[in-house]
């Protein structure tokens, strides 16, 4: 998975970055072996397949597990699905 976030300095272009899925993982969300800085969440969490990129989550906090830096996300498929209701 990739996190793609802009930059702090106000660049146009975003920036992504792989960060591998840590096991343990719910169904509500996914922690990343990535570090995020403030401001970057809200940031989408892609799944990069041959038909192109696909939000899978997005950053929601970021944490310290066991001295390791984190990112936590939570999985959009549970939050967009009940966007559908109202259509």
Known sequence: LYIESWRPDGSVTPRRRPCPVIE??????????CRVISGESGAPVLRVGPNGAELVAIVTARAKID???V?????????FGMLEVFD
């Open 24 to 33: 343990g993982a719910d169904v509500f969300q996914t922690t990343l072996a």
């Open 71 to 79: 990112a936590i996300a939570a999985h959009a498929e549970h939050h």
């Open 67 to 69: 001295g390791q830096h």
